[in-house]
């Protein structure tokens, strides 16, 4: 059994030779890397980069596995909900070696039609398979989970945070429970893969009142790189 300090990855993504927010990736790989106790080696990366790619570093190799860009884009999405994988409180939350749980789930998510999985934890909404969820409620301030509870730390959300809060938006941290869900004016779905999605269904239940004022703030902010 592969256990979860055996390596520490991140995804990004890659067009044409150009990375982009690499540095902000680099960075959260090095803070993950501390977490699970692995010494970085130099990374250098290939030439002529394009898709999603995975830099994983196990064993003191550093190795690169690029997807095509599988699923669109900004799009509206169909959820369905899961129970969130756990590990310890220090390992919960990194992007580590024991990710099958994580890739059992997208499995699941395409067999059933769906575009994405949510992940619960407490009767809270934690993360995603391969996304972070923000949810706008209808007093206008934007809703992250609670970094307590064990979310992975999102470079996408880290991107469109200042534009979120330039744009008169208080963000915090809390609980993301039923009521909250089901209040939500907009719920959106950050993610290397998926852009800024637009959560519109989650377990068959219809999610927010169409608007898309976040969503398209998070479009704005992370760039002509993900069109």
Known sequence: MVGPKSAVFTTVRARNGVVYHLENHLNRLKRHAITLGIKLPEISLPENLHGLVKIKIENNNVTFETKPFYQEIHMDAEGVSFKAPRWTRKITGTKHGDWEPYKQITNQVFEAGADVGLLIHEHCIIDGDRVMPIVL???????????????????????????????????SEGRLNERLVARAKEIVLLGTGMGAARLTVLDDVEIGDDSNTLQQICIMALGSGWK
């Open 137 to 171: 409620d209808e007093d206008g301030v934007v809703w992250i989970s609670d970094s307590k509870l064990g979310g992975v730390e999102s470079v996408t959300f880290e991107i469109c945070k200042p534009e979120i809060e330039k744009s008169g938006f208080i963000i």
